[in-house]
């Protein structure tokens, strides 16, 4: 058995976000960025975190980054995840399988639905920029 696993975030446990400090306590190595295949879905939930979830039709590839995490350490970080998120296999463009965070169906629900940014810290940015526009016009 591997000492380490590859895991894809889609999320605040991205680099500079803020459950990064989370994924590095627990070891984390970034490897690289990457994207899902054109099958996923992505909400905000609460604007605090993301969901996503695997559909089989209007989806979208989404935005994420792989790392590389001591198995010693995954069930220490999965456990300081928002309620509702899991972990599952996630498929990349390149066809790729790798373990990710995904949401379960009830997280999701009545949340804002942010597939068209294809990713967290896209929609992140687009929230800065309208605070800052709007601070502007005060």
């Not at 500079?16 to 992505?42: C, H, S, W």
């Not at 309620?83 to 390149?94: N, Y």
């Amino acid at each position: 058995m591997s000492e380490t696993t590859l895991l894809a975030v889609n999320g605040t446990l991205m680099r500079g976000l803020k459950l990064n400090p989370n994924m590095l306590a627990a070891g984390g190595r970034f490897v690289r960025e990457d994207q899902t295949d054109a099958y996923y879905r992505i909400w905000s939930v609460n604007d605090d975190h993301p969901g996503m979830m695997r559909v089989g039709e209007g989806g979208t590839s989404v935005a994420l980054e792989i790392w590389e995490l001591p198995m010693a350490s995954f069930a220490s970080l999965l456990l300081s995840e928002p309620a509702g998120l899991c972990i599952g296999k996630l498929q990349l463009r390149d066809g790729q399988q790798v373990l990710g965070v995904l949401a379960e169906p009830w997280r999701v629900e009545g949340q804002t639905e942010i597939t068209r940014f294809g990713g967290w810290r896209a929609y992140v940015d687009q929230l800065s920029r309208a605070s800052t526009e709007a601070t502007f016009r005060i």
